[in-house]
């Protein structure tokens, strides 16, 4: 029979999905079907998510080809047609159209259209403020309306509700066309049905509007170099490297490039430094550039056109109307006006990258820090069902594994959280919030190492960490994961009784505090035995020897080699012998005051485990 997993590479039907749950859940009892409910609730966040990827890799080609068109084609109305062909096919739409402004008599008329049904609807001229399409002209603002045909909102004239009747249109989005803060005209979609636009389809056809506007600024740019045969070259040049960094641009998303290489792009075919901050401030990519840049940043969004500073130019990265980031190139000359229009082109690609980088990283967040809680709450039996699950993510805790539990202080938890999450990733392991602390769980046999690079990462964030770290091996066999996270969190909460914020331990760091400070019982006290004179007592198990027994006599006798030698009948190079196995076994540190204290209550707790 078919397994969830299965249905999802076969990109199957909701309705398959829910056949194979009743299949798989007829026959079990209550536990068993809760089960089969839990993988077929994965299955389908997953079936989400592969879904959403499918379409954001179908609007980063659409993209793609766009660009390829603007780059190849000069002819500003076959560019033109070409946008609104793809705008139509991306949103699945009956029909789109391109408008555009006329100021000499106030009105906007159709440029170009695809799906359009009459002649009358082609050669449309609106009065600026009429209908949908005029007032987004006019305005320079985006509007969508469900039902045209009862919308009050907009000025209408009779031959225009002729011409909409005629297309049989029910639901517009219209964006404008802005140049250099100038509103040229509209783009709109269509549908001949009463439906919403989701903020995705508003976002997406803002982006055919930017490259339309693109699109007839470019063909100005070749006009003026016919006219002007003195500034051929130049402008011939200029444009050139336009298109060869909007190929490396585009070229560079579709190949999941980052903001550094986009600011290496950029640098490149503008002959500048480029560098990409944050909406905060913080740098991304590149150098600092050591303008005085930050005053542009405003006028740079809401013109949505890069800005002229001393020493070089500023663009925003805008995703809708959020601010993601801020390009800033230095340059020795004057950057030209298609120069200008390439570090805005870049901008774009910066707000696609970091979108899609958030989205990516959401979704890791999401699912990695989900399996976590799942692996750390579930019984045996589950978590040996996670493990292909554990797989499936990149995680490998089948050999020595730290797991690492930490509290934050000074610094979003949240945000610690997802930093702790690339860490993991990183480092092929899984991370998340749990029960108030951050939980890092990564292959490794260091733990004080994991704790100081998780502390590293918090740190980073600008904030403190107290982190609890624990060691074992194959995490998802029995409950060992559960018990080293168990022995983190008692470190951890030793720490924090102990007023120590902001250090790493582990369970021989604590010593005798963890079981003092601890929320202990039998099975901690024997671990805490078996820690400090296990390898001992082991060694005495297997070769019939009375290391244990010099052990106590030692330090019974304050450390005096006669006296113990006296105590035990035997000679005093017989306890020297003794003494060195016992330095093999527990390491030279073992006669240190603080391990002494922790080895003689050790010792005494074993034997009144004994009775």
Same mark, same amino acid.
């Given at each position: 029979?078919?397994?969830?997993?299965?249905? $999802?590479?076969?990109?199957?039907?909701?309705?398959?999905?829910?056949?194979?749950?009743?299949?798989?859940?007829?026959?079990?009892?209550?536990?068993?079907?809760?089960?089969?409910?839990?993988?077929?609730?994965?299955?389908?966040?997953?079936?989400?998510?592969?879904?959403?990827?499918?379409?954001?890799?179908?609007?980063?080609? &659409?993209?793609?080809?766009?660009?390829?068109?603007?780059?190849?084609?000069?002819?500003?109305?076959?560019?033109?047609?070409?946008?609104?062909?793809? &705008?139509?096919?991306?949103?699945?739409?009956?029909?789109?159209?391109?408008?555009?402004?006329?100021?000499?008599?106030?009105?906007?008329?159709?440029?170009? @259209?695809?799906?359009? $049904?009459?002649?009358?609807?082609?050669?449309?001229?609106?009065?600026?403020?009429?209908?949908?399409?005029?007032?987004?002209?006019?305005?320079?603002?985006?509007? !969508?309306?469900?039902?045209?045909? @009862? +919308?009050?909102?907009?000025?209408?004239?009779?031959?225009?509700?002729? /011409?909409?009747?005629?297309?049989?249109?029910? /639901?517009?989005?219209?964006?404008?066309?802005?140049?250099?803060?100038?509103?040229?005209?509209?783009?709109?979609?269509?549908?001949?049905?009463?439906?919403? !636009?989701?903020?995705?389809?508003?976002?997406?056809?803002?982006?055919?509007?930017?490259?339309?506007?693109?699109?007839?600024?470019?063909?100005?740019? !070749?006009?003026?170099?016919?006219?002007?045969?003195?500034?051929?070259?130049?402008? @011939?040049?200029?444009?050139?490297?336009?298109?060869?960094?909007?190929?490396?641009?585009?070229?560079?998303?579709?190949?999941?490039?980052?903001?550094?290489?986009?600011?290496?792009?950029?640098?490149?075919?503008?002959?500048?430094?480029?560098?990409?901050?944050?909406?905060?401030?913080?740098?991304?990519?590149?150098?600092?550039?050591?303008?005085?840049?930050?005053?542009?940043?405003?006028?740079?969004?809401?013109?949505?056109?890069?800005?002229?500073?001393?020493?070089?130019?500023?663009?925003?990265?805008?995703?809708?109307?959020?601010?993601?980031?801020?390009?800033?190139?230095?340059?020795?000359?004057?950057?030209?006006?298609?120069?200008?229009? @390439?570090?805005?082109?870049?901008?774009?690609?910066?707000?696609?990258?970091?979108? !899609?980088?958030?989205?990516?990283?959401?979704?890791?967040?999401?699912?990695?820090?989900?399996?976590?809680?799942?692996?750390?709450?579930? +019984?045996?039996?589950?978590?040996?069902?996670?493990?292909?699950?554990?797989?499936?993510?990149?995680?490998?805790? +089948?050999?020595?594994?730290?797991?690492?539990?930490?509290?934050?202080?000074?610094?979003?938890?949240?945000?610690?959280?997802? /930093?702790?999450?690339?860490?993991?990733?990183?480092?092929?392991?899984?991370?998340?919030?749990?029960?108030?602390?951050?939980?890092?769980?990564?292959?490794?046999?260091?733990?004080?190492?994991?704790?100081?690079?998780?502390?590293?990462?918090?740190?980073?964030?600008?904030?403190?960490?107290?982190?609890?770290?624990?060691?074992?091996?194959?995490?998802?066999?029995?409950?060992?994961?559960?018990?080293?996270?168990?022995?983190?969190?008692?470190? $951890?909460?030793?720490?924090?009784?102990?007023?120590?914020?902001?250090?790493?331990?582990?369970?021989?760091?604590?010593?005798?505090?963890?079981?003092? $400070?601890?929320?202990?019982?039998?099975?901690?006290?024997?671990?805490?035995?078996? &820690?400090?004179?296990?390898?001992?007592?082991?060694? +005495?198990?297997?070769?019939?020897?009375?290391?244990?027994?010099?052990?106590?006599?030692?330090?019974?006798?304050?450390?005096?080699?006669?006296?113990?030698?006296?105590?035990?009948?035997?000679?005093?190079?017989?306890?020297?012998?003794?003494?060195?196995?016992?330095?093999?076994?527990?390491?030279?540190?073992?006669?240190?005051?603080?391990?002494?204290?922790?080895?003689?209550?050790?010792?005494?707790?074993?034997?009144?485990?004994?009775?």
């Amino acid at each position: 029979m078919a397994t969830f997993l299965d249905l $999802l590479y076969d990109e199957a039907p909701l309705a398959a999905f829910d056949e194979h749950l009743a299949q798989a859940s007829r026959g079990l009892d209550e536990a068993g079907a809760a089960r089969v409910r839990a993988d077929y609730d994965v299955a389908l966040r997953l079936r989400d998510l592969m879904s959403r990827m499918r379409s954001r890799e179908a609007e980063l080609s &659409a993209l793609y080809e766009t660009a390829s068109d603007l780059t190849a084609i000069r002819d500003v109305d076959t560019i033109l047609a070409a946008i609104v062909r793809r &705008a139509r096919q991306l949103l699945h739409c009956d029909m789109t159209y391109l408008s555009l402004n006329d100021e000499d008599d106030g009105a906007s008329f159709m440029k170009v @259209t695809d799906g359009a $049904l009459t002649r009358e609807f082609q050669n449309l001229r609106l009065p600026l403020g009429t209908g949908l399409l005029g007032l987004v002209a006019q305005t320079g603002a985006a509007y !969508f309306t469900e039902d045209y045909s @009862t +919308d009050e909102r907009f000025v209408r004239r009779g031959f225009i509700d002729e /011409a909409v009747a005629g297309e049989q249109i029910r /639901a517009i989005l219209g964006v404008p066309l802005v140049l250099d803060g100038v509103v040229i005209g509209a783009l709109l979609a269509v549908h001949r049905s009463v439906r919403r !636009f989701p903020q995705s389809e508003i976002s997406l056809l803002t982006s055919f509007a930017a490259h339309a506007v693109v699109a007839l600024e470019n063909a100005r740019l !070749f006009a003026e170099l016919d006219e002007a045969n003195r500034s051929l070259t130049r402008h @011939t040049e200029a444009v050139d490297a336009a298109a060869l960094a909007h190929d490396r641009l585009t070229d560079l998303l579709l190949h999941g490039g980052g903001v550094a290489e986009v600011a290496e792009v950029l640098s490149g075919v503008l002959d500048g430094d480029a560098a990409i901050f944050s909406a905060a401030g913080e740098l991304l990519a590149g150098d600092d550039p050591g303008l005085a840049w930050t005053d542009a940043v405003a006028g740079a969004v809401v013109s949505g056109r890069s800005v002229a500073v001393d020493g070089g130019v500023v663009a925003a990265a805008l995703a809708g109307t959020e601010h993601v980031a801020t390009l800033v190139l230095r340059r020795d000359d004057r950057l030209d006006l298609a120069g200008r229009r @390439t570090l805005e082109r870049g901008a774009l690609v910066t707000a696609l990258v970091l979108l !899609f980088a958030r989205s990516v990283i959401d979704a890791e967040e999401r699912l990695g820090g989900q399996l976590l809680v799942d692996l750390l709450d579930a +019984d045996e039996g589950a978590r040996g069902r996670l493990r292909e699950r554990v797989r499936r993510h990149g995680a490998s805790l +089948d050999g020595p594994v730290v797991v690492a539990a930490a509290v934050v202080d000074d610094a979003d938890r949240h945000r610690a959280s997802r /930093a702790a999450v690339a860490t993991a990733r990183r480092m092929s392991g899984l991370a998340g919030e749990h029960r108030g602390a951050v939980v890092l769980v990564v292959p490794g046999q260091d733990p004080l190492r994991v704790g100081a690079e998780l502390q590293a990462v918090v740190t980073a964030e600008g904030g403190t960490a107290t982190v609890g770290v624990a060691g074992t091996h194959d995490a998802l066999h029995g409950d060992r994961l559960v018990a080293a996270h168990a022995e983190a969190r008692r470190c $951890l909460d030793t720490l924090l009784r102990l007023g120590r914020r902001g250090e790493v331990s582990d369970p021989a760091g604590l010593g005798v505090a963890r079981l003092l $400070l601890g929320d202990n019982d039998p099975e901690h006290v024997t671990a805490f035995v078996e &820690a400090m004179v296990g390898p001992v007592r082991a060694w +005495d198990a297997r070769r019939g020897t009375a290391l244990v027994g010099t052990l106590e006599a030692w330090f019974a006798t304050g450390g005096r080699l006669r006296e113990t030698a006296s105590a035990l009948h035997v000679h005093p190079n017989t306890v020297t012998q003794r003494l060195e196995r016992v330095a093999e076994l527990l390491g030279p540190g073992w006669r240190d005051p603080a391990r002494a204290l922790d080895l003689q209550l050790a010792l005494r707790l074993a034997r009144l485990q004994e009775g």
